[in-house]
């Protein structure tokens, strides 16, 4: 499983970015998917999961209502619409894979994009 996170940058308090995930062949038809994420001197904690066939989808508390997860089966890519960004959004952001929905088994991490939301 070969995962590469893209589409970070700097963006006002309010603004919206898309996350992009690229999979390697199969993976997003075979794999969960997650996004997780880690600020300054904090512990990487999960952000949102999508299940192999798209149906299932979790979010944490604290990005409900605001970011969106989605498949792009076609081209192998899980995507990441973040909206009303805030300064507390701020980390690099990783995707990554699992066999099961525990946010403990996410494993194959991929080299994540930074995300830098100013107020």
């Known amino acids: 499983v070969q995962l590469q996170a893209s589409g970070g940058g700097l963006v006002q308090a309010g603004g919206s970015l898309r996350l992009s995930c690229a999979a390697s062949e199969g993976t997003i038809r075979t794999y969960i998917l997650g996004w997780y994420r880690q600020a300054p001197g904090k512990e990487r904690e999960f952000v949102s999961m999508?299940?192999?066939?798209?149906?299932?989808?979790k979010y944490a508390d604290s990005v409900k209502g605001r970011f969106t997860v989605s498949k792009g089966n076609a081209k192998n890519t899980v995507y990441l619409q973040m909206n009303s960004l805030k300064p507390g959004d701020t980390a690099v952001y990783y995707c990554?894979?699992?066999?099961?929905?525990?946010?403990?088994?996410?494993?194959?991490w991929g080299q994540g994009t930074l995300v830098t939301v100013s107020s």
């Open positions: 990554a894979a699992a066999r099961t929905y525990s946010v403990h088994d996410f494993g194959s």
């Open positions: 999508v299940s192999s066939g798209g149906g299932y989808k």
